[in-house]
């Protein structure tokens, strides 16, 4: 389990630190001034204590051996507060800086990597130092060594006066780094009162995460259920607009018809108009039996004493024309006169 948590530790870390590199490789970083109350400089020539607010000049210089109660000395001079912050810088010559790796490794792993690179390839006691891994937006890893002791009269005389110390930083030529909060952590452990409010700074967090998780897990569950409606309103309409569609097909099909039927008999002679010129044509020795019209096709059957005299009348009408016989004409046994059928064409009225 400690391993696991270790690891995503690590990725939050890593996350973190790209986050913060692609941040300041956008954004140029600006030397910001110290919002602690009191700042402690370490370097060769001795230890320089001042106010964050008084100019450098007057920092009061100590030896470099000085002792907690030197410092304690020098900070009860200053301006009282209940619990005073401090800056610790660390200048070059106080610390040793060694090379892990090309690329930037999580935190958790560097500080593992660097206290097996101190006891594998040097004489360093691990326990006699500080191990300080920089908060920096450099690709490659490295971290730097400072002495116990160097820093061990300074810690006391903070903790004697009841401070905490805010910020470690490490000067060097090409600028200042910062320890991580891991490193400054393992140099001046956080107390009860720090870690309540850093675990309700995260327990806030963590709801506000869980809440803006919650709402749009909602708003996703609300825009799918939605869309299922929508899906089924759709699918209920396309059902309406097949059936509407289709009535109005049959009603186009229907209107198509009457027009047409219109359309021809405006065009083609009525049954009635086709009898009644019949009979006008027909001699009295001819009668009927069968009348039939098919579009401007008219077949018409019968008797008559001379079937070869009706084809000339019928031709004559303007009614009709092509009159033929469909079939031949024959002597029916038991009945007067000839039988005979006849087609012809049906003109316009």
Not at 269 to 283: F, I
Not at 311 to 327: G, H, N, R, Y
Request: charged share 25%; aromatic share 6%; proline share 5%.
């Amino acid at each position: 389990m400690a391993t696991f948590n270790a690891q995503v530790l690590d990725f939050f870390d890593w996350w973190l630190d790209e986050l913060r590199g692609v941040w300041m490789r956008v954004v140029p970083r600006k030397e910001q001034s110290s919002t602690s109350d009191w700042i402690v400089s370490l370097a060769d020539d001795g230890i320089r204590v001042r106010e964050a607010k008084a100019p450098e000049f007057q920092s009061i210089p100590l030896a470099l051996t000085a002792s907690s109660d030197e410092i304690l000395a020098l900070l009860q001079g200053g301006s009282r507060r209940r619990r005073p912050s401090f800056d610790i810088s660390v200048q070059p010559g106080l610390f040793l800086t060694r090379h892990l790796a090309a690329r930037r490794l999580p935190v958790r792993q560097a500080r593992d990597m660097a206290e097996l690179d101190l006891m594998a390839s040097t004489p360093i006691d691990p326990a006699q130092v500080h191990v300080v891994v920089a908060a920096t937006a450099e690709q490659d890893s490295a971290y730097h060594v400072v002495k116990a002791k160097t820093l061990a009269a300074v810690l006391d005389a903070v903790r004697r006066a009841g401070g905490c110390v805010r910020c470690l930083s490490l000067s060097h030529p090409a600028g200042t780094l910062r320890a991580d909060p891991l490193s400054l952590a393992a140099i001046w452990p956080p107390t009860a009162r720090d870690r309540r409010a850093r675990t309700a700074w995260i327990a806030a967090l963590s709801v506000l995460a869980g809440a803006v998780l919650v709402t749009l897990a909602h708003a996703h569950w609300r825009a799918w259920q939605a869309e299922a409606e929508l899906d089924a309103q759709i699918a209920d309409a396309q059902v309406l607009a097949k059936a509407a569609r289709t009535s109005l097909q049959k009603r186009q099909a229907g209107i198509e018809r009457i027009e047409k039927i219109r359309q021809e008999k405006k065009t083609t002679a009525s049954l009635v108009r086709v009898w009644a010129e019949l009979t006008h044509l027909l001699p009295d020795t001819a009668w009927l039996t069968d009348l039939s019209s098919k579009g401007d096709d008219l077949t018409i059957s019968g008797f008559s004493t001379s079937a070869a005299e009706l084809i000339q009348p019928i031709d004559a009408s303007p009614l009709f024309s092509a009159p033929e016989f469909a079939s031949p004409v024959v002597k029916v046994p038991g009945q007067d006169g000839e039988h005979f059928t006849i087609s012809a064409k049906i003109g316009a009225l």
